[in-house]
């Protein structure tokens, strides 16, 4: 009867270790995300003034003639999901608190990238890494809100310094236009980075906040991007699935139905990406004009899992850890 007791302490004892190294997803509260304002100065020299928080932002201006902007806005900030005002993105009433992508998009594209970073007041000395090589791989995801046209917008993973990063897209096109979903590699640069897979979809499959297309109603719309990402012997596969959501304009309500799905397999290094890498968000804008405040993107419930061992696999672990201590016991005696 000890026995069995001590094995179900022992595999309960498992379970919270294992659901401990979930993290918990990150809504952009107070605390997630440092607001302070990056800048760009003569040069241009990019300036990363963020100190705090759990993120550090890559690309937050807009570009003049492929550099920098001297003086440009930080376009990537915390705080109340966008709401469309006079045909710009702005923040709303609440309630929902996420990370806004609010950037010009200008004509062969432009990116806006924030880096998971525990530490972003010492730059890239200390990084946040995670493995995609271990048992199971890892799991990416979080919810997106559009509120303009023609953007993308998604998680990234296997990102590294000096490397590129793979990135996981919801493409809303607005209109009549076919949305679809994307595969694409990012470049240490803020381009628009080249597309490995996409899969069309219908028009308005991932509907903008006001469009009222023919498949949405007037409203906001999250809809939920998950990357399962694993590395083995050097080669990466990426199964990439997007949802909606059961009550469209709540991030926090149960999933709803799949969308799409999109699968892709290719070699770490020959892709310039990096494992262990880190992971982030991404709001990309490819008009075929540059205008003001084109991209109008929300992200929240951000989340990374580590895989959680079988059933089966826990009892036999839970079993051999509580042989052993009953092995020590007779020792002791």
């Known amino acids: 009867m000890k026995k069995i007791l001590l094995v179900g302490v022992v595999i309960v004892s498992i379970l919270a270790l294992v659901s401990a190294t979930q993290a918990a997803p990150i809504t952009f509260g107070p605390g997630d995300y440092d607001n302070t304002a990056n800048t760009v100065t003569a040069g241009p020299t990019t300036n990363n003034n963020q100190t705090t928080g759990l993120f550090r932002d890559v690309f937050w201006w807009s570009l003049n003639n492929n550099q920098p902007r001297v003086g440009s806005p930080d376009f990537i900030n915390a705080g109340n999901s966008l709401v469309l005002q006079a045909n710009h993105a702005v923040p709303g009433p609440g309630p929902v608190n996420a990370l806004n992508f609010t950037g010009p998009s200008i004509s062969g594209g432009q990116s806006y990238l924030s880096i998971y970073d525990t530490t972003p007041a010492d730059g890239t000395a200390t990084r946040s890494l995670f493995n995609a090589s271990q048992p199971g791989g890892i799991e990416v995801s979080a919810d997106i809100l559009f509120v303009k046209h023609n953007v993308s917008a998604g998680i990234v993973a296997l990102y590294g310094e000096g490397q590129d990063g793979l990135a996981l897209l919801a493409n809303n096109v607005d209109g009549n236009n076919q949305d679809h979903a994307k595969l694409s590699l990012i470049f240490q640069s803020p381009g628009s980075g080249t597309q490995l897979t996409s899969v069309t979809l219908a028009s308005n499959a991932f509907c903008t906040a006001t469009d009222g297309g023919t498949n949405c109603t007037p409203g906001d719309h999250w809809y939920r991007a998950v ?11 990426v199964v990439g699935k ?30 310039s990406l990096t494992d262990p ?12 004009i540059s205008l003001p405040d084109n991209v109008g993107v929300s992200i929240t419930n951000f989340d990374v899992g580590t895989p959680v061992p079988e059933p089966a696999s826990l009892l036999l672990l839970g079993i051999g850890l509580a042989g052993l201590a009953g092995f020590r016991r007779k020792i002791k005696m």
């Open 227 to 237: 990357m399962d990402l694993t590395v083995t012997g050097g080669n990466f596969n």
């Open 242 to 271: 997007f949802y909606n959501h059961s009550t469209p304009a709540d991030p926090n309500s149960a999933l709803g139905s799949l969308i799409t799905s999109l699968n892709f397999s290719g070699s770490v290094s020959g892709n």
């Open 277 to 288: 890498g880190e992971i982030g968000l991404i709001a990309m804008g490819n008009e075929s």
